[in-house]
T-cell receptor, first 107, second 117 residues
């Protein structure tokens, strides 16, 4: 069965510091991975997907099949990055989410 | 731009009662997904519909049922409610079934919070 693990429930950093939100997955097929974000009092929304190989709001994520990881990174965190981040794995037409990591960026 | 609309936002029920949650997808979206998120838990996939037909089924209890109507809105019906059903229920929509014609992005509603006393 597929599984997504986000080992950190909370990550607290200072503004300007680098950020890495960890995500590991287990899946027997070819994975398709996403990062979703939920800002305070807002709905869950897509941040980025690995197949696009894009950078959104300064965030990037690289799929490492050898380590079965899809860590989310940003070199310089901003206060507006504070939010709940969920890593998700697509299997057929469903998404399996990790438990999420709360990122707090302090001034 | 119109987003996914869920109603009600909050619902309080007692054990053994029934509840119905509604989801109105983004206009032109033909696929709806239901997720359940308990306190401190990850969103768990319940069920999805594509073009008014059930497309996938997750960890949805037998006490729950859902359907998608001709206007593509969906309703989740929950009967014999238990304390453990207290959760945030998210609905999401997409144009096309994820993994096929869809881009893979789900658009989420703000959720309906169900409290069972």
């Amino acid at each position: 069965a597929q599984r997504v693990t986000q080992p950190e429930k909370l990550l607290s950093v200072f503004k300007g510091a680098p950020v890495e939100l960890k995500c590991n997955y287990s899946y027997s097929g070819s994975p398709e991975l996403f990062w979703y974000v939920q800002y305070s009092r807002q709905r869950l929304q897509l941040l980025l997907r690995h197949i696009s190989r894009e950078s959104i709001k300064g965030f990037t994520a690289d799929l490492n099949k050898g380590e079965t990881s899809f860590h989310l990174k940003k070199p310089f965190a901003q206060e507006e990055d504070s939010a709940m981040y969920y890593c998700a794995l697509r299997r057929y037409s469903t998404l399996t989410f990790g438990k999420g990591t709360m990122l707090l960026v302090s001034p | 731009a119109a987003g996914v609309i869920q109603s009600p936002r909050h619902l309080i029920k007692e054990k053994r009662e029934t509840a119905t949650l509604k989801c109105y997808p983004i206009p032109r979206h033909d696929t709806v997904y239901w997720y359940q998120q308990g306190p401190g838990q990850d969103p768990q996939f319940l069920i999805s519909f594509y073009e008014k037909m059930q497309s996938d089924k997750g960890s949805i209890p037998d006490r729950f049922s859902a359907q998608q109507f001709s206007d593509y809105h969906s309703e989740l019906n929950m009967s014999s409610l238990e304390l453990g059903d207290s959760a945030l229920y998210f609905c999401a929509s997409s144009l096309g079934l994820m993994g096929t014609t869809s881009t893979g992005e789900l658009f989420f509603g703000e959720g309906s919070r169900l409290t069972v006393l």
